[in-house]
């Protein structure tokens, strides 16, 4: 070795001690540190460090577990600094950062020094920022919305404002921080929702922002939700329905269906029983014992389960429908899934409905009056009470809770009365009919 060698080595021996003469010969001979060298140094009781002389400031440390990383260490306005560059072998001894690589990276540090810029001051804002703009990730409205649902997917509305946000609000607010949200921005938003889907959608989409942003309200300390009191474009009392259909609406209804079908079978079925849309469209013929249809608890609203006994033209109508696939479902089309699509499927039964509806009263000039699938639940309530059923009874067949006391202790099931009540629903439809078609032929 030249002298200058010689007193570099002493140098190195003299500020490293825990580094052999023998490692330092090996280096110089090769040009630096290689594969093999850095894999034959083994674990101490402490850490230390090793030279590369192959890279200037470049060093591996070897730690006590075994594990070996790399780093750059360097002076800056005279005080020496250390750049951690990363993990040259894990514990168990797996490569994570090659040797040639971490001399690309302490070359390119060495540059940064030499033009004054801190490398490792670089490297610290560069992890503060991604630290930032992960954290601005999480607080977007989406995401923010999606952990409030996430957290509430149990309950039954969660998938549908799930839609809601996914379609109308998203578009618009979704990768927008949720704290830079302006009350006149939602305004905006529920205003264009207003015109493309009506002021009904509108306040259920200002609900459901005002239920994320009020519980993001809760754990943050100095947010405050946007949304105040006089928003909605409608009140509760406003928004609430009392659409039935008439008798000669039920009569041009029913005959329509004729012409519907699967849907049609569908939509008398759900009349019949008085349920909810996705109840009826989600039935499986093992939920059927007998004449009795129990409604599991988890898809009835009240979480308990329902059961509805089944008329002699409920039974009628499940029976003129074909058994298709092996899913078990009733209502549907493709065998393995249950009906859906139901905005365009009641868009079609509408013009049937509007068809017959102008040949049972003779006057081409009249019109339908919109009617939502839920208002067939009202109207078979209605038609209970006129068949002269009990309130609790009625009350029961749609399976509202009865509350007081009578609520807590009642635990009678009054499946017998409640079969009694669908059955005079049923035939009260069928009088409908029979007048209806009795009132043509006396026209004809």
């Not at 306040?203 to 994320?212: G, T």
């Not at 943050?220 to 009392?237: E, L, N, V």
């Not at 008798?247 to 019949?272: H, K, P, Q, S």
């Not at 996705?278 to 059961?307: C, F, M, Q």
Request: one cysteine or more.
């Amino acid at each position: 070795m030249s002298p200058a060698s010689v007193y570099q080595a002493q140098m190195t021996l003299w500020r490293y001690p825990d580094v052999t003469p023998e490692m330092i010969i090996m280096a110089k001979r090769r040009g630096g540190l290689t594969v093999l060298a850095v894999q034959n140094l083994q674990a101490r009781d402490e850490r230390y460090e090793v030279p590369d002389p192959g890279c200037p400031g470049l060093f591996l440390q070897i730690h006590p577990t075994g594990a070996k990383s790399w780093c750059f260490r360097y002076r800056f306005c005279g005080k020496p600094r250390k750049l951690t560059i990363g993990t040259a072998y894990t514990d168990k001894g797996i490569e994570v950062v090659k040797i040639g690589d971490a001399r690309d990276i302490a070359d390119e540090a060495r540059v940064s020094v030499a033009r004054q810029i801190d490398p490792g001051a670089v490297k610290k804002e560069a992890r503060a920022k991604a630290a930032k703009e992960a954290a601005s990730a999480e607080t977007t409205l989406r995401a923010v919305s999606e952990a409030y649902l996430d957290a509430r997917s149990h309950l039954r509305t969660a998938e549908h404002r799930r839609k809601a946000f996914e379609r109308l609000i998203y578009p618009k607010l979704g990768d927008r921080q949720i704290e830079s949200i302006r009350r006149s921005e939602i305004a905006e938003l529920m205003k264009e929702i207003a015109k493309t889907r009506g002021v009904v959608m509108a306040d259920y989409c200002l609900a459901a922002m005002r239920a994320v942003f009020n519980s993001y309200a809760a754990t943050s300390d100095d947010y405050t939700s946007p949304i105040r009191r006089g928003m909605a474009m409608t009140s509760t009392k406003a928004r609430a329905r009392s659409r039935t259909l008439s008798r000669i609406e039920l009569a041009a209804l029913w005959r329509a269906c004729d012409r519907a079908g699967i849907f049609g079978a569908y939509v008398r079925f759900t009349l019949l029983t008085a349920t909810r849309r996705n109840e009826a469209s989600h039935l499986r013929r093992t939920e059927i014992t007998g004449t009795d249809w129990t409604i599991p608890a988890a898809r009835y609203k009240t979480k308990v389960d329902h059961v509805v006994p089944l008329s002699p033209a409920a039974v009628e109508v499940l029976a003129s429908v074909p058994k298709i696939g092996r899913s078990g479902y009733v209502f549907t089309t493709d065998g393995d899934r249950p009906i859906s699509g139901f905005g365009l499927r009641k868009e079609a039964l509408d013009k049937l409905m509007l068809e017959e509806l102008r040949k049972l009263t003779g006057d081409d000039s009249i019109e339908l009056q919109r009617w939502t699938l839920h208002d067939l639940r009202r109207s078979a309530r209605s038609l209970l009470s006129e068949a002269k059923v009990p309130a609790d009874i009625g009350e029961r067949c749609l399976g509202h809770v009865v509350g007081g006391v009578r609520g807590i202790y009642d635990r009678y099931e009054y499946l017998t009365e409640k079969r009694e009540a669908f059955i005079k629903l049923a035939d009260l439809i069928c009088e409908i009919m029979a007048k209806k078609k009795r009132e043509i032929a006396v026209a004809a």
